[in-house]
Protein backbone atom coordinates (compact mmCIF):
# COMPACT_ATOMS: atom_id res chain seq x y z
CA UNK A 1 0.00 0.00 0.00
CA UNK A 2 1.06 3.24 -1.19
CA UNK A 3 0.62 6.62 1.08
CA UNK A 4 0.78 10.41 0.23
CA UNK A 5 1.60 13.13 2.50
CA UNK A 6 0.97 16.62 1.34
CA UNK A 7 1.59 18.78 4.74
CA UNK A 8 3.41 19.02 7.22
CA UNK A 9 2.50 16.01 9.64
CA UNK A 10 4.47 15.50 12.95
CA UNK A 11 7.42 12.41 12.43
CA UNK A 12 5.62 10.61 15.22
CA UNK A 13 2.74 9.84 12.46
CA UNK A 14 5.37 9.61 9.71
CA UNK A 15 7.06 6.80 12.02
CA UNK A 16 3.60 5.02 12.33
CA UNK A 17 2.66 5.32 8.01
CA UNK A 18 6.46 3.78 7.62
CA UNK A 19 5.70 0.87 9.78
CA UNK A 20 2.45 -0.31 7.57
CA UNK A 21 3.11 0.87 4.46
CA UNK A 22 5.33 -0.06 1.88
CA UNK A 23 5.79 3.48 0.13
CA UNK A 24 5.18 6.50 1.98
CA UNK A 25 5.81 9.57 -0.45
CA UNK A 26 6.15 13.35 1.13
CA UNK A 27 5.47 15.83 -0.87
CA UNK A 28 5.10 19.75 1.21
CA UNK A 29 4.91 21.76 -1.69
CA UNK A 30 3.03 19.96 -4.28
CA UNK A 31 0.63 21.89 -6.72
CA UNK A 32 -2.99 21.46 -7.03
CA UNK A 33 -1.88 19.79 -10.58
CA UNK A 34 1.21 17.77 -9.77
CA UNK A 35 -1.90 16.51 -7.07
CA UNK A 36 -4.28 15.67 -9.50
CA UNK A 37 -1.95 13.80 -11.65
CA UNK A 38 -0.85 11.18 -8.87
CA UNK A 39 -3.27 10.93 -6.27
CA UNK A 40 -4.92 7.83 -8.20
CA UNK A 41 -1.57 6.07 -7.57
CA UNK A 42 -2.19 6.26 -3.50
CA UNK A 43 -4.29 4.47 -0.91
CA UNK A 44 -4.33 7.30 1.51
CA UNK A 45 -3.87 11.13 1.60
CA UNK A 46 -2.57 13.06 4.44
CA UNK A 47 -2.92 16.63 4.75
CA UNK A 48 -3.72 19.39 7.49
CA UNK A 49 -7.09 21.60 7.65
CA UNK A 50 -5.74 24.52 5.59
CA UNK A 51 -3.97 22.01 2.80
CA UNK A 52 -0.58 23.44 1.70
CA UNK A 53 -2.70 23.45 -2.08
CA UNK A 54 -5.60 24.99 -1.38
CA UNK A 55 -9.26 23.42 -1.09
CA UNK A 56 -9.88 19.94 -1.86
CA UNK A 57 -12.01 19.69 -4.17
CA UNK A 58 -13.19 18.44 -7.63
CA UNK A 59 -10.84 18.87 -10.02
CA UNK A 60 -7.87 17.44 -7.97
CA UNK A 61 -9.90 13.85 -7.55
CA UNK A 62 -11.45 14.32 -10.89
CA UNK A 63 -8.78 10.85 -11.41
CA UNK A 64 -9.07 9.47 -7.79
CA UNK A 65 -8.22 6.07 -8.98
CA UNK A 66 -7.45 3.60 -5.84
CA UNK A 67 -7.49 6.17 -3.09
CA UNK A 68 -9.49 5.21 -0.42
CA UNK A 69 -9.44 7.43 2.28
CA UNK A 70 -8.08 11.13 3.20
CA UNK A 71 -6.63 11.80 6.24
CA UNK A 72 -6.50 15.52 8.19
CA UNK A 73 -4.52 15.81 10.80
CA UNK A 74 -6.07 18.80 12.23
CA UNK A 75 -9.85 19.65 12.42
CA UNK A 76 -11.47 21.78 10.31
CA UNK A 77 -13.08 20.73 7.03
CA UNK A 78 -14.00 24.05 5.27
CA UNK A 79 -10.85 23.48 2.90
CA UNK A 80 -12.80 20.37 1.46
CA UNK A 81 -15.67 19.62 -0.86
CA UNK A 82 -17.10 16.74 1.66
CA UNK A 83 -20.39 15.57 -0.53
CA UNK A 84 -17.55 15.31 -3.86
CA UNK A 85 -15.29 13.39 -1.70
CA UNK A 86 -17.89 11.13 -0.10
CA UNK A 87 -19.37 10.50 -3.91
CA UNK A 88 -16.20 9.56 -4.85
CA UNK A 89 -16.16 7.12 -2.31
CA UNK A 90 -13.58 8.37 -0.36
CA UNK A 91 -13.67 8.29 2.99
CA UNK A 92 -12.67 11.54 5.12
CA UNK A 93 -11.52 11.65 8.18
CA UNK A 94 -10.39 14.47 10.66
CA UNK A 95 -9.58 14.72 14.13
CA UNK A 96 -12.01 16.67 16.17
CA UNK A 97 -10.68 18.20 19.75
CA UNK A 98 -7.28 16.91 18.36
CA UNK A 99 -6.06 20.48 19.55
CA UNK A 100 -8.40 21.51 21.38
CA UNK A 101 -6.01 22.48 24.19
CA UNK A 102 -3.25 24.15 22.30
CA UNK A 103 -5.68 26.67 20.61
CA UNK A 104 -7.81 27.39 23.77
CA UNK A 105 -3.92 27.78 25.42
CA UNK A 106 -3.37 30.09 22.28
CA UNK A 107 -6.41 32.35 22.76
CA UNK A 108 -6.02 32.85 26.11
CA UNK A 109 -2.82 34.14 24.95
CA UNK A 110 -4.36 36.50 22.93
CA UNK A 111 -6.17 37.91 25.27
CA UNK A 112 -3.33 38.59 28.08
CA UNK A 113 -1.14 40.06 25.52
CA UNK A 114 -3.67 42.25 24.17
CA UNK A 115 -5.52 43.30 27.72
CA UNK A 116 -2.11 43.94 29.27
CA UNK A 117 -0.13 45.58 26.37
CA UNK A 118 2.70 43.47 26.42
CA UNK A 119 3.64 43.58 22.47
CA UNK A 120 3.15 47.23 22.37
CA UNK A 121 5.37 48.05 26.34
CA UNK A 122 8.32 45.75 24.97
CA UNK A 123 8.27 47.69 21.42
CA UNK A 124 8.72 51.27 23.35
CA UNK A 125 11.02 49.57 25.68
CA UNK A 126 13.17 48.43 22.48
CA UNK A 127 13.27 51.98 21.82
CA UNK A 128 14.62 53.34 24.86
CA UNK A 129 11.06 54.53 26.09
CA UNK A 130 10.27 53.36 29.95
CA UNK A 131 6.32 54.27 29.75
CA UNK A 132 5.46 52.67 33.35
CA UNK A 133 2.32 55.19 33.52
CA UNK A 134 1.10 54.51 29.98
CA UNK A 135 -0.86 51.00 30.12
CA UNK A 136 -2.99 52.41 33.24
CA UNK A 137 -5.63 51.65 31.20
CA UNK A 138 -5.46 47.53 31.69
CA UNK A 139 -7.98 45.68 33.29
CA UNK A 140 -8.06 42.16 35.92
CA UNK A 141 -9.71 39.84 33.93
CA UNK A 142 -11.45 38.18 37.52
CA UNK A 143 -15.41 38.97 37.80
CA UNK A 144 -15.25 39.53 34.00
CA UNK A 145 -17.97 37.99 31.27
CA UNK A 146 -16.39 36.24 28.49
CA UNK A 147 -19.02 34.80 25.94
CA UNK A 148 -17.78 31.85 23.69
CA UNK A 149 -19.32 31.57 20.52
CA UNK A 150 -19.17 27.76 19.39
CA UNK A 151 -18.75 25.67 22.85
CA UNK A 152 -17.50 22.39 21.38
CA UNK A 153 -14.03 21.21 22.34
CA UNK A 154 -12.27 24.07 22.15
CA UNK A 155 -14.89 26.55 23.24
CA UNK A 156 -15.09 24.39 26.45
CA UNK A 157 -11.71 24.39 26.74
CA UNK A 158 -11.23 27.74 27.12
CA UNK A 159 -13.72 27.54 29.38
CA UNK A 160 -12.18 25.60 31.45
CA UNK A 161 -9.34 28.24 31.90
CA UNK A 162 -10.71 31.02 32.22
CA UNK A 163 -13.07 29.91 34.55
CA UNK A 164 -10.43 27.89 37.07
CA UNK A 165 -7.84 30.04 35.99
CA UNK A 166 -9.31 33.88 36.00
CA UNK A 167 -12.76 33.48 37.66
CA UNK A 168 -14.20 34.58 34.49
CA UNK A 169 -17.84 34.08 34.22
CA UNK A 170 -18.80 32.36 31.17
CA UNK A 171 -21.56 32.64 28.63
CA UNK A 172 -22.22 30.36 25.12
CA UNK A 173 -23.86 30.47 22.13
CA UNK A 174 -24.06 27.57 20.59
CA UNK A 175 -27.26 26.50 18.23
CA UNK A 176 -26.07 22.46 18.44
CA UNK A 177 -25.84 22.31 22.31
CA UNK A 178 -28.41 22.27 24.93
CA UNK A 179 -28.27 23.90 28.13
CA UNK A 180 -27.71 21.03 30.69
CA UNK A 181 -24.35 20.37 28.26
CA UNK A 182 -23.19 24.37 28.42
CA UNK A 183 -23.89 24.26 32.66
CA UNK A 184 -22.07 21.49 33.07
CA UNK A 185 -19.04 23.08 30.74
CA UNK A 186 -18.93 25.97 32.98
CA UNK A 187 -21.39 27.70 30.64
CA UNK A 188 -24.55 29.92 30.23
CA UNK A 189 -26.35 28.82 27.15
CA UNK A 190 -27.62 32.12 25.90
CA UNK A 191 -28.75 33.79 22.32
CA UNK A 192 -25.84 35.46 20.09
CA UNK A 193 -27.64 39.18 21.02
CA UNK A 194 -27.24 38.31 24.70
CA UNK A 195 -23.76 36.98 24.50
CA UNK A 196 -22.65 40.02 22.71
CA UNK A 197 -24.36 42.78 24.26
CA UNK A 198 -23.07 40.94 27.81
CA UNK A 199 -19.82 40.26 26.99
CA UNK A 200 -16.36 42.18 27.92
CA UNK A 201 -14.90 39.46 25.89
CA UNK A 202 -16.05 37.80 22.95
CA UNK A 203 -13.93 34.45 21.45
CA UNK A 204 -15.06 32.53 18.59
CA UNK A 205 -14.50 28.72 18.61
CA UNK A 206 -16.79 27.91 15.62
CA UNK A 207 -16.37 25.90 12.14
CA UNK A 208 -16.28 27.86 9.30
CA UNK A 209 -19.99 27.28 7.36
CA UNK A 210 -22.55 28.78 4.98
CA UNK A 211 -24.24 29.43 8.33
CA UNK A 212 -21.31 31.17 10.11
CA UNK A 213 -19.55 33.02 7.15
CA UNK A 214 -19.20 37.04 8.54
CA UNK A 215 -21.84 35.82 11.28
CA UNK A 216 -19.73 39.05 13.43
CA UNK A 217 -20.44 41.65 10.72
CA UNK A 218 -20.88 45.31 10.97
CA UNK A 219 -24.62 45.15 13.31
CA UNK A 220 -22.83 42.35 15.42
CA UNK A 221 -20.02 44.05 16.11
CA UNK A 222 -21.63 47.45 16.99
CA UNK A 223 -23.64 45.58 19.52
CA UNK A 224 -20.70 44.57 21.64
CA UNK A 225 -19.76 46.53 24.55
CA UNK A 226 -18.53 49.45 24.53
CA UNK A 227 -14.78 48.42 25.40
CA UNK A 228 -15.40 44.75 24.64
CA UNK A 229 -12.61 42.41 22.99
CA UNK A 230 -12.94 40.06 19.75
CA UNK A 231 -10.55 37.18 20.09
CA UNK A 232 -10.96 34.87 17.18
CA UNK A 233 -8.59 31.49 16.90
CA UNK A 234 -11.31 29.32 14.61
CA UNK A 235 -11.73 31.13 11.17
CA UNK A 236 -10.86 34.49 9.60
CA UNK A 237 -14.29 34.12 7.06
CA UNK A 238 -16.64 34.26 10.70
CA UNK A 239 -15.73 37.73 10.88
CA UNK A 240 -16.11 41.00 8.58
CA UNK A 241 -12.70 42.29 8.56
CA UNK A 242 -13.74 45.41 7.39
CA UNK A 243 -16.51 45.95 10.07
CA UNK A 244 -13.53 45.18 12.72
CA UNK A 245 -11.31 47.63 11.18
CA UNK A 246 -14.13 50.39 11.55
CA UNK A 247 -14.58 49.05 15.11
CA UNK A 248 -11.43 49.01 16.21
CA UNK A 249 -10.38 52.19 14.63
CA UNK A 250 -13.42 53.94 16.26
CA UNK A 251 -12.23 52.28 20.15
CA UNK A 252 -15.54 50.87 20.04
CA UNK A 253 -13.65 47.90 20.74
CA UNK A 254 -11.11 47.80 23.07
CA UNK A 255 -8.96 45.47 20.74
CA UNK A 256 -9.12 42.48 18.91
CA UNK A 257 -6.84 38.92 18.83
CA UNK A 258 -6.83 36.77 16.00
CA UNK A 259 -4.93 33.88 14.75
CA UNK A 260 -7.11 33.28 11.62
CA UNK A 261 -7.59 35.51 8.52
CA UNK A 262 -10.19 35.38 5.88
CA UNK A 263 -7.24 35.00 3.22
CA UNK A 264 -4.30 33.06 3.91
CA UNK A 265 -1.78 33.66 4.22
CA UNK A 266 -2.61 36.92 5.02
CA UNK A 267 0.81 38.79 4.13
CA UNK A 268 -1.08 42.58 4.60
CA UNK A 269 -4.37 44.12 6.06
CA UNK A 270 -5.51 47.66 6.89
CA UNK A 271 -5.90 45.88 10.70
CA UNK A 272 -1.84 45.73 11.03
CA UNK A 273 -1.88 49.71 11.07
CA UNK A 274 -4.11 49.69 14.07
CA UNK A 275 -2.24 49.85 18.06
CA UNK A 276 -5.07 47.92 19.35
CA UNK A 277 -4.65 45.13 16.91
CA UNK A 278 -2.54 41.65 17.28
CA UNK A 279 -2.50 38.75 15.13
CA UNK A 280 -0.56 35.37 14.42
CA UNK A 281 -0.61 33.81 11.17
CA UNK A 282 -3.11 30.70 11.92
CA UNK A 283 -0.93 28.64 14.79
CA UNK A 284 -2.76 28.34 17.46
CA UNK A 285 -2.86 24.73 17.33
CA UNK A 286 0.48 24.25 16.33
CA UNK A 287 1.96 22.60 19.55
CA UNK A 288 4.64 19.87 19.73
CA UNK A 289 2.03 18.04 22.21
CA UNK A 290 -0.69 18.63 19.72
CA UNK A 291 0.88 17.67 16.33
CA UNK A 292 2.39 14.31 18.04
CA UNK A 293 -1.15 13.58 19.11
CA UNK A 294 -2.16 14.12 15.33
CA UNK A 295 -0.07 12.57 13.76
CA UNK A 296 0.14 9.61 15.00
CA UNK A 297 -3.87 9.62 15.66
CA UNK A 298 -4.51 10.20 11.94
CA UNK A 299 -2.19 7.50 10.67
CA UNK A 300 -3.85 4.69 13.02
CA UNK A 301 -7.37 6.18 12.29
CA UNK A 302 -7.11 5.76 8.61
CA UNK A 303 -4.82 2.45 8.65
CA UNK A 304 -8.03 0.70 10.85
CA UNK A 305 -10.33 2.43 8.17
CA UNK A 306 -8.29 0.72 5.36
CA UNK A 307 -8.75 -2.80 7.65
CA UNK A 308 -5.22 -2.68 8.74
CA UNK A 309 -5.10 -4.17 12.33
CA UNK A 310 -2.59 -1.90 13.85
CA UNK A 311 0.38 -3.57 16.22
CA UNK A 312 -0.73 -2.88 20.33
CA UNK A 313 2.72 -0.99 21.05
CA UNK A 314 1.91 1.42 18.20
CA UNK A 315 1.73 4.75 20.23
CA UNK A 316 -1.72 6.07 19.70
CA UNK A 317 -2.95 8.68 22.15
CA UNK A 318 -6.74 9.21 21.80
CA UNK A 319 -7.11 12.84 23.16
O1 LIG B 1 -7.45 22.13 13.16
C1 LIG B 1 -7.79 23.11 12.52
O2 LIG B 1 -8.90 23.25 12.02
C2 LIG B 1 -6.83 24.18 12.33
O3 LIG B 1 -7.23 25.30 12.09
C3 LIG B 1 -5.41 23.87 12.28
O4 LIG B 1 -5.14 23.96 10.94
P1 LIG B 1 -3.88 23.28 10.25
O5 LIG B 1 -4.00 21.82 10.43
O6 LIG B 1 -2.67 23.85 10.91
O7 LIG B 1 -4.02 23.66 8.81
Not at 109 to 117: A, E, K, S
Not at 294 to 319: F, N, P
Request: with cysteine; charged share 25%.
Amino acid sequence: MKALVIDRIHEDGIDVLNQYFETVDIHHNISRKELAAIVGDYDMLIGRAAPATGVIEKPTLEDSGKLKVIGIASVGLDQFDQEYIESKGIKLINLPGVNSISVAEHTVTLLLCGMRYILLAYEQMKKGIWNKHGFNEALELNGKTIGIIGFGNTGKAVSQIVRSGFGMNVLAYDPYINKQEASSNRGTLVSLEELLSSSDVVSIHAPLTDETYHMIGEGELKSMKKGAILLNSARGGIVDEDALYQVLSNRHLRFAGLDVQEQEPCYESPLFSLDNFIATPHIAGLTEDALSRAGKRVAVECLQYLGVEIKEDTDAVST
